[in-house]
C-alpha cells in the first residue's frame, strides 16, 4: 500500500537526505520525498505501515530535526 | 514573503548594516572587531546552533556545521571581514531560494486553483452553500453566472458560455444547453445553470486533476537521481579534501611555520564554503517543477519529471487516427450532383429517403440537409445495400453502387479512399453521388509539420481503420508511415516491434484519444490521451493527458519538455564546472573566499533564476 503524508522540509538536500534514511528502514518498498510540493510517500506492506511511520518519524527527528513530518 | 522570510531578511539588512559600518568608519581596531561580530552573531545564531545540534547528532556533512567552520575558522585566521561576508552572503543566497521556491510554489498552484469552495443546492427557501464533496450522485446543484462548476454534471436546464481555459488553456468559451455535460472546474460566464451532478467530488475531473498534479512530483526525473546521489558524495569527497589540504602541504613544506598553516588552512577553507550541493539539488526539481506547472497552465498534463525527461528523447510518434487526427464524426464531405440536378437537390432526396434511418451515415444526411428534408413514404430497406422511398411522390434511391445496379442504373465509379460514397436516383435515373467521412482536424496538418519541425523523425499512424482510409489519411496529413486492420492487440504488437528497432536513448510516444487505447498508452515508453476531459481510463493509463483534443499540443508538449530539460542541464553543468574550477583554483592559493562565495551563492542565485524560466513555457 502507499501512504501520503504533508512534510515539512527546509531544503532540496535535507529532501534527499530524509528519502535516503526512510528507503533504507526495514519493510519499506518505496519512499519519495519532493521538496517542491513538501509531500512524503511511502510504499510498503499495510501490516509494517504503521511500524515503518513511527520508525520513520524517529529517524527523521534524530538526523534532521528542522524537517517536520505530519501523521495524521 | 512570509513571517519566517520576513524576519530572516531583517537580519540580513541589520547585520549588512553593521558590516558596512565596520568596514567603512573610521574606528579603532576593537570596536571594529566588535561589530564584525555583532553582526556576524546577527546573521550567523541560527546556522552555529543548528551546527552544534547536528554535530551531536552525528551529522558531520551537514551544511551548517560546514559554513559555520568555515567562517569560524576565517575569524581565527584574522580575517574577520571575509568570515562575516561569507555567512551574509550565505543567508542571502539562502534567503533567495527560499524566496525563488516559495514564489514558484504559489504560481503553480494558483494556476491549478481549480477546488470549488461550495456548490448551490436548492431548498425550500433558496439556495443553500454546500461542501461539494457532500454532495451526492443524482443531486441538483446551481451554478450561478461566475461561479465555478463544482461537480461534473448534465445541464437540465439553461444555457450559458463556460470558460474551460483553467482546464484546456483555450480561451474561447464553450457553448452549453440544456442535455449538455459539464466539467468541473470550469467557469459559468453568463447564465444561470442547473445541473444534475453525475459524479461524487472524489471522482470529479478537478479532484483528478489536482491528484495527478500534486502526484508528479513523485516519479522523479534521472537528472534529478543523479545530482542527489552526486550531492551524496561531492559533500564528503571535498570536506576531505579540504582536510588533507589543511594538513598535507604543511607537513612536508613547512611544519613548523606558523604562516605555510595559516595558508593551507585558509585554502582548505575556502573548500568548505563550497562543500554545499543545496542549489544544485534545488535547481532540478525546481526546473521540473516549473515546467509541468507551465505545461498544466496549458492544459498539458505530466504526471511526472520522468515522462517529462523521456518526451524529450520521444523519435518516433505513432498515433491513433479516429478521435486523434481526425473528427471521429461522419459528416457530408461533398456532394456532387449530374447535369440536371443541383446539389441541394440530390442532398435534399437523399436526406428524406433516409428520413427513419438512425444509421450514421443518415445521421450525417440529415445533419448536412438541415431543414431541407421533403416528405417521404413507402420507405423499403435492402440490408447492405441502401434505401428505396417515395419522395414527393418520385422514386429515390439511396445506397451503394450495388443497390443502383440492382435497379438496372447505370451511374459512374465515385469512390473515394478517403470515406463512403452514397449514390443517388431520381425515378430511374443516376442523379449523383455525395462523399461521407470522418473529418480530419483543421490543424492536424501544421500540427503533423510541428512535430517534424521539433525533430520527430518518424511518425506512424496506427489504426483499426481499413488500409484505404488510413492510407489516405495519412497521404493528405504528411505522416511517413501506415498500419491498418488491426485489433487492440495487434496495436500493442506493432508497437513493440517498432520499440524494438529504437537506440536506448530514443523513446516512441503513442498518442491516442484513450477510448480503447489504454494497452497501448501503457506499453509505449510515453503514452499521451488527448481529449481526456472526462475520460477517467484515459487519465489512468496516460503518462500525459492533453485536456482538449487539439493536435497540435504534442508538439507544444515536447517543446516545453525541450526547454525544461535544456535549463536542468545548463544549471547542472554550469554548477558544476564553476564549483570544480574554483576548487582547483583555490588549491593553488589562485582564488581567495570571495571567490568561494561566488561559486557557492553566485550559482545558486544564477541557477535558481534560471529554472524559474521553465515556469514561462
Redesign the interface.
Known amino acids: 500500500m502507499k501512504k501520503s503524508f504533508k512534510i515539512e522540509v527546509d ?3 535535507c529532501a ?1 537526505k530524509v ?2 534514511i526512510i528507503k533504507e528502514i526495514e519493510g519499506v518498498e518505496d519512499a ?1 520525498v ?4 513538501q ?1 512524503l ?1 511511502i510504499k510498503a506492506p499495510e501490516e509494517k505501515m504503521a511500524g515503518i511511520i513511527e520508525e520513520a518519524v524517529k529517524r527523521v527527528a ?5 524537517t517536520v513530518i505530519y501523521v495524521k | 514573503m512570509t513571517k519566517k522570510q520576513k524576519k530572516m531578511l531583517t537580519r540580513i539588512v541589520c547585520a549588512a548594516l553593521l558590516y558596512a559600518l565596520a568596514l567603512l568608519l573610521p574606528v579603532p581596531e576593537p570596536v571594529r572587531l566588535a561589530l564584525f561580530v555583532t553582526a556576524y552573531l546577527i546573521v550567523a545564531w541560527n546556522v552555529l546552533y ?1 551546527a552544534v ?2 554535530i551531536g ?1 552525528g ?1 558531520v556533512f551537514d ?1 551548517n556545521f560546514l559554513m559555520a567552520v568555515a567562517s569560524l575558522g576565517a575569524f581565527a585566521l584574522g580575517e574577520h571581514s571575509e568570515a562575516v561576508a561569507v555567512m551574509l552572503f550565505y543567508q542571502v543566497g ?1 534567503w533567495f ?1 527560499d524566496y525563488a ?1 516559495n514564489r ?2 504559489k504560481s503553480v498552484s494558483s494556476l491549478m486553483d481549480l477546488r470549488p469552495d461550495y456548490a448551490n443546492i436548492e431548498t425550500g427557501d433558496g439556495l443553500e452553500q454546500v461542501d461539494p464533496e457532500e454532495i451526492e450522485e443524482g443531486t441538483v446543484i446551481v451554478v450561478k453566472p461566475g461561479e465555478r462548476v463544482p461537480l461534473d454534471g448534465v445541464v437540465i436546464s439553461g444555457t450559458s458560455r463556460l470558460d474551460t481555459s483553467a482546464l484546456t488553456g483555450e480561451s474561447v468559451p464553450r457553448q452549453i444547453k440544456e442535455g449538455d455535460e459539464v466539467i468541473s472546474g470550469c467557469i459559468n460566464e453568463s447564465g444561470l445553470l442547473r445541473v444534475k451532478v453525475t459524479k461524487e467530488f472524489e471522482n470529479s475531473t478537478v479532484a483528478r486533476i489536482l491528484d495527478l498534479v ?1 502526484n508528479s ?2 516519479k ?1 526525473s534521472r537528472s534529478e537521481a543523479f545530482i ?1 546521489k552526486f ?2 558524495y561531492y559533500t564528503p569527497v571535498v570536506v576531505f579534501s579540504a582536510l588533507a589540504l589543511a594538513i598535507l602541504p604543511p607537513l612536508f613544506t613547512g611544519i613548523g611555520q606558523l604562516e605555510v598553516w595559516k595558508q593551507w588552512i585558509y585554502r582548505a577553507l575556502t573548500f568548505l564554503v563550497i562543500s ?3 542549489a544544485l ?2 535547481s ?3 526546473s521540473f ?1 516549473g515546467g509541468i506547472g507551465g505545461a498544466s497552465r496549458k492544459g498539458i498534463l505530466i504526471k511526472g519529471g520522468n515522462y517529462l525527461e523521456a518526451l524529450c528523447q520521444v523519435k518516433v510518434l505513432a498515433m491513433d487516427k479516429t478521435g486523434t487526427l481526425t473528427k471521429g464524426t461522419f459528416e457530408v464531405q461533398k456532394t456532387v450532383p449530374e447535369e440536371g440536378f443541383s446539389a441541394e437537390e440530390v442532398l435534399a432526396y437523399a436526406a428524406s429517403a433516409e428520413n427513419y434511418s438512425d444509421h450514421p451515415i443518415a445521421v450525417s444526411l440529415k445533419e448536412a440537409a438541415g431543414e431541407a428534408k421533403l416528405e417521404a413514404k413507402d420507405v423499403e430497406e435492402t440490408a447492405g445495400h441502401g434505401v428505396k422511398a417515395s419522395v414527393n411522390g418520385h422514386e429515390v434511391l439511396v445506397g451503394n453502387r450495388k443497390l443502383l445496379e440492382k435497379y438496372g442504373i447505370a451511374c459512374k465509379d465515385a469512390e473515394n479512399d478517403l470515406g463512403t460514397v452514397v449514390y443517388v436516383a431520381f425515378d430511374g435515373r443516376y442523379a449523383g453521388h455525395i462523399l461521407i467521412a470522418d473529418t480530419i482536424k483543421e490543424e492536424a496538418k501544421e500540427a503533423v509539420a510541428a512535430l517534424k519541425r521539433e525533430g520527430i523523425r518518424e511518425t506512424v499512424l496506427l489504426s483499426g481503420d481499413n488500409k484505404r482510409t488510413a492510407e489516405a489519411v495519412c497521404r493528405e496529413l504528411g505522416v511517413d508511415a501506415c498500419e491498418a486492420e488491426l485489433l487492440p492487440a495487434d496495436k500493442v504488437s506493432a508497437l513493440e516491434k517498432r520499440m524494438s528497432g529504437l537506440k536506448e536513448t530514443e523513446k516512441l510516444a503513442f498518442v491516442g484519444d484513450g477510448i480503447n487505447d489504454a494497452p497501448v498508452l501503457m506499453r509505449s515508453d510515453v503514452g499521451i490521451a488527448m481529449g481526456a476531459l472526462g475520460s477517467d481510463a484515459a487519465i489512468e493509463a496516460a503518462d500525459i493527458v492533453l485536456m482538449d483534443d487539439k493536435v497540435t499540443k504534442i508538439a507544444e508538449a515536447i517543446r516545453i519538455a525541450r526547454k525544461t530539460s535544456r535549463i536542468v542541464y545548463e544549471n547542472i553543468w554550469f554548477a558544476i564546472g564553476i564549483k570544480v574550477l574554483v576548487l582547483l583554483l583555490s588549491a593553488f592559493g589562485l582564488t581567495n573566499m570571495w571567490w568561494a562565495v561566488f561559486a557557492d551563492v553566485g550559482v545558486a542565485f544564477l541557477c535558481v533564476l534560471n529554472a524559474m524560466r521553465c515556469l514561462n513555457a
Open positions: 531544503c532540496a538536500n534527499a528519502e535516503n519519495t519532493s521538496f517542491m510540493t509531500k510517500s534524530k538526523a534532521d530535526p528542522d | 543548528k545540534r547536528n547528532n551529522q551544511e539562502e531560494q521556491v514558484s510554489r500534486e512530483a513523485e522523479k542527489t550531492a551524496k554545499c550541493p543545496c539539488v534545488l532540478v526539481p525546481l517543477f
